[in-house]
Nanobody
Framework: VQLQASRGGLVQARGSLRLSCAASGFSFNDYFMGWFRQAPGKERQFVAGIEWSGRITEYADSVKGRFTISRDNAKNTVYLQMNSMKPEDTSVYYC??????????????????WGQGTLVTVSS
């Protein structure tokens, strides 16, 4: 199993960045996908999730209206479009996959495959 996230980078405040995460080694269409982030000295926190078909999405309040998660099942890839970025979005971003969830996509313990993380830095 592999979740390979694209390279993050340095973005200016109010700028945009799109992350992608290519999955392999499991049946992507049968898994819901999520993005989490972890800032230095803080716990890993949920950012966005998307269920199998892409019709259901969920976002953390801190990114709602600015970030969009999507998936392309033909390419086994999940995306995170980040707009109107803020310095507080600076974190290592992780993509993750899970097979069973109940009512919410935000529970970290429901995800059992994780990518390696990619650093996103937003300058003020």
């Amino acid at each position: 199993v592999q979740l390979q996230a694209s390279r993050g980078g340095l973005v200016q405040a109010r700028g945009s960045l799109r992350l992608s995460c290519a999955a392999s080694g499991f049946s992507f269409n049968d898994y819901f996908m999520g993005w989490f982030r972890q800032a230095p000295g803080k716990e890993r926190q949920f950012v966005a999730g998307i269920e199998w078909s892409g019709r259901i999405t969920e976002y953390a309040d801190s990114v709602k209206g600015r970030f969009t998660i999507s998936r392309d099942n033909a390419k086994n890839t999940v995306y995170l479009q980040m707009n109107s970025m803020k310095p507080e979005d600076t974190s290592v971003y992780y993509c993750a996959a899970g097979s069973v969830y109940i009512s919410s996509l935000a529970r970290r313990t429901d995800y059992h495959y994780w990518g390696q993380g990619t650093l996103v830095t937003v300058s003020s």
